[in-house]
Structure formats: C-alpha cells, structure tokens
T-cell receptor, first 113, second 113 residues
Framework: DTGVSQNPRHKITKRGQNVTFRCDPI?????LYWYRQTLGQGPEFLTYFQNEAQLEKSRLLSDRFSAERPKGSFSTLEIQRTEQGDSAMYLC???????????FGSGTRLTVV | KQEVTQIPAALSVPEGENLVLNCSFT??????LQWFRQDPGKGLTSLLLIQSSQREQTSGRLNASLDKSSGRSTLYIAASQPGDSATYLC????????????FGKGTRLSVIA
C-alpha cells in the first residue's frame, strides 16, 4: 500500500486546452474525493465517488469539468477548455468507509497560461 | 450550510512553546472532525480524527478536543519544534451525517529555532 497517488504532479497548459488528471486511491478504499485548493485557502470539494458511482458534485464543478471512476478503482478528472481561473492544486483523497479518516495524495498543480 | 473558521490565520512561536490552534464550525450536528497538516506545495496529512461521541484524541505531542455543543475544536501542540512548521487545517462534514468535508482556511504555523 503506497498511499494515494496522483499524476502528473505538475501541469502547465495553454488556455483553451483540455487536461486530464489521474488519481489512484488506496486499493481497498471505497470512497474517492476530488478537491481544489488555491493559494491561502482550504481545499474546496468538487465531487466524490463510492465505488464507481458518482454520488455528489459541487456547484463549483462546471460543465467543463468531468470526473469518472471506471470499475471503482482509479479516477480521472478532466477539464475542458481550460481558463486561467482553473489554475489551482487539484487534490484527490480516499477513505475506506463513511466516518473514516481521509488519505490525501500529493496533488496535481495546474497552471493555465 | 456548514462553515469552518480557523483562528489565528498565522502564528509564530519560539521552539519549545506549547500552543493552541482554534477551529469553529456553524452546524454542530457533525459526524466527526478531522485535523490535517499541510506542508508548502504538498498534499494533506491526516493528524487526528475525532468522532462525534468523543471529546478528545491524542497522538504523540498532539491533542485535539471537540465541543460539539459550542461548535468548537482545539488542536494543542506540546513542546513545539521547527519541524512542526506547516499549515494546520480542520474539516467537518458538509452537512449533518458523514458527507464530503468542508475545510477551514487553515492556521499557518512557524516554529522558530
């Protein structure tokens, strides 16, 4: 068990391009969460999955954002037509069950130029 | 809607001092409360998880208390060390029950040798 893995660690993209991030949770964890964090702020919830089902999406998750978790294992977060305001750290976390501690990955830092 | 506030926003102390970080939340019907540590540019590390039925949790030099009725939690760090320098975040579920977490903005701690 190597914890939660996120790739890539850093991504620089031009405005208008599409980007995709990957998260590999701890293998036995059923729940997987995506958060976004900007400088000086706490993480903001984007969406979460229980196994392969996407249970909740924040209003922060515009139509340009989509997340999947096929087969209830790894997850991807795609941002289409990136904007400068999308620049942030994208964090993934997983937990075994309700009420259990979260384990976070190291994040993917996105810079849109 | 759950909101989390952390005071102070930043704190600088000399090495060896005991210190208290504060967290308050608006909806006291929480399932649990979690404290995290975040180093610059990194993901979050879970420090302590307090279930709603508990009043405190301890891990090494860290002690977290929870007072649900007043909507408050404190994180006590004993005999602080320069390696404790980081941002400390608290988080509670978004709604009553165990739903995705909402975070405070954190307290940035600097321990001076």
């Amino acid at each position: 068990d190597t914890g939660v893995s996120q790739n890539p660690r850093h991504k620089i993209t031009k405005r208008g391009q599409n980007v995709t991030f990957r998260c590999d949770p701890i293998s036995e964890h059923n729940r997987l969460y995506w958060y976004r964090q900007t400088l000086g702020q706490g993480p903001e919830f984007l969406t979460y999955f229980q196994n392969e089902a996407q249970l909740e999406k924040s209003r922060l998750l515009s139509d340009r954002f989509s997340a999947e978790r096929p087969k209830g294992s790894f997850s991807t977060l795609e941002i289409q037509r990136t904007e400068q305001g999308d620049s942030a750290m994208y964090l993934c976390a997983s937990s075994l069950l309700e009420g259990q501690a979260y384990t976070f990955g190291s994040g993917t830092r996105l810079t849109v130029v | 809607k759950q909101e989390v506030t952390q005071i102070p926003a930043a704190l600088s102390v000399p090495e060896g001092e005991n210190l208290v970080l504060n967290c308050s939340f608006t909806d006291s019907a929480i399932y649990n409360l979690q404290w995290f540590r975040q180093d610059p540019g990194k993901g979050l590390t879970s420090l302590l998880l307090i279930q709603s039925s508990q009043r405190e949790q301890t891990s090494g030099r860290l002690n977290a208390s929870l007072d649900k009725s007043s909507g408050r939690s404190t994180l006590y760090i004993a005999a602080s060390q320069p390696g404790d320098s980081a941002t400390y975040l608290c988080a509670v579920p978004l709604n009553s029950g165990n739903t995705p977490l909402v975070f405070g903005k954190g307290t940035r701690l600097s321990v001076i040798a």
